[in-house]
C-alpha cells in the first residue's frame, strides 16, 4: 500500500464527512491514517455512487476495474505479510539444520587429512580424464605445514573420469601406525601419455556451522580444511 498524499487525504476526509463519519483529522487521540484499507475503499465507492452525475453514471466496467484493483492491491498485501512468516520460518529453520552438521564428516576439495580414531584416512581423487594408471603419496606434515616424510604410496590403477575413492590405515608398509596429526596427500595421473596432478578431496569432520544471515549462504567449517561452502561438499559419511 502506498502513502496517502495531503490532497488525498484532505480529499478522504471530504467524502467521510459527506458520509456522516469523523474525518481523522478532527480527532486528536487517532494517529492520522497512512493507509487505505477495505473500510476505507467501500466508503469512498459509496461516496463515488452517492455523487456521481445521474445523466453520466460511472459504466459497469470502470466500477469492475476500481474493485479489480482493490482486489489485487488486498492479495498484495496478504502476500507480503505471507511470505514475511514464512521468511521467518525458514530462518529458523536453517538454525537447527546448521545445528545438525556439527559432527558429522563430509568429503571436501583439499590435501590436508585428519586421521579419524582409528589413525585412519580417507578421500577421493577429481580425476578430469580417463586415466591409465593413478598414485596417490601421502606425507606426514609437518609443524610449519609443509609436507614432510613419504610415508605411503597408494597404486590405484586405471580409473575412468571422475571421483576415486581411497583409504588408508594409517600404517607404513612394514604395518607400523605413523601416528601423525596431519597428513598431506597428492595425486598423479597419465591420460593421453601426459603426466599430471589432479585435484584431491579429504574426509573430514564439520567442527563448525555459522548460522547465517538473511540472504547470506550457509557455510561450514571443516577440520583441516577451513571455510567451505555448502556447495562445495562432494559427499557425506555418517
Known amino acids: 500500500m502506498t502513502d496517502i498524499s495531503t ?50 453514471p460511472q459504466s459497469n466496467d470502470q466500477m469492475i476495474a476500481q474493485m479489480a484493483q482493490f482486489s489485487t492491491v488486498s492479495g498484495i498485501t496478504q502476500l507480503n505479510s505471507t511470505l514475511s512468516s514464512i521468511s521467518t520460518q525458514i530462518s529458523e529453520n536453517r538454525i537447527a539444520t546448521a545445528a545438525n552438521f556439527i559432527g558429522k564428516t563430509v568429503l571436501v576439495p ?43 604410496s597408494i ?45 584431491t578431496d579429504v574426509y573430514a569432520p564439520i567442527t563448525e556451522a555459522p548460522v547465517p544471515g538473511s540472504g547470506e549462504a550457509q557455510t561450514l567449517r571443516v577440520a583441516g580444511v577451513g571455510v567451505v561452502k555448502m556447495s562445495d561438499i562432494r559427499a557425506f559419511k555418517y
Open 110 to 152: 583439499g590435501n590436508i587429512a585428519m586421521p579419524d580414531d582409528t589413525g585412519a584416512i580417507s578421500g577421493a581423487i577429481d580425476l578430469p580424464s580417463d586415466a591409465t594408471s593413478v598414485q596417490l603419496q601421502i606425507s606426514s606434515m609437518t609443524a610449519n605445514g609443509q609436507a614432510g616424510a613419504l610415508v605411503k
Open 155 to 199: 597404486d590405484l590403477g586405471a580409473n575412468p573420469t571422475g571421483l576415486v575413492g581411497f583409504q588408508w590405515d594409517g600404517k607404513d608398509d612394514s604395518g607400523v601406525a605413523v601416528n601423525a596429526a596431519r597428513y598431506i596427500v597428492t595425486a598423479s595421473m597419465m591420460s593421453g601419455g601426459k603426466s599430471s596432478q589432479p585435484a
Open 7 to 56: 490532497t488525498s487525504q484532505q480529499t478522504l476526509d471530504s467524502l467521510l464527512k459527506k458520509l456522516g463519519a469523523t474525518p481523522a483529522a478532527t480527532t486528536s487521540t487517532t494517529p492520522h491514517k497512512t493507509q487505505l484499507d477495505q473500510s476505507d475503499f467501500l466508503k469512498l465507492m459509496t461516496a463515488q455512487l452517492s455523487n456521481q452525475d445521474p445523466f453520466q
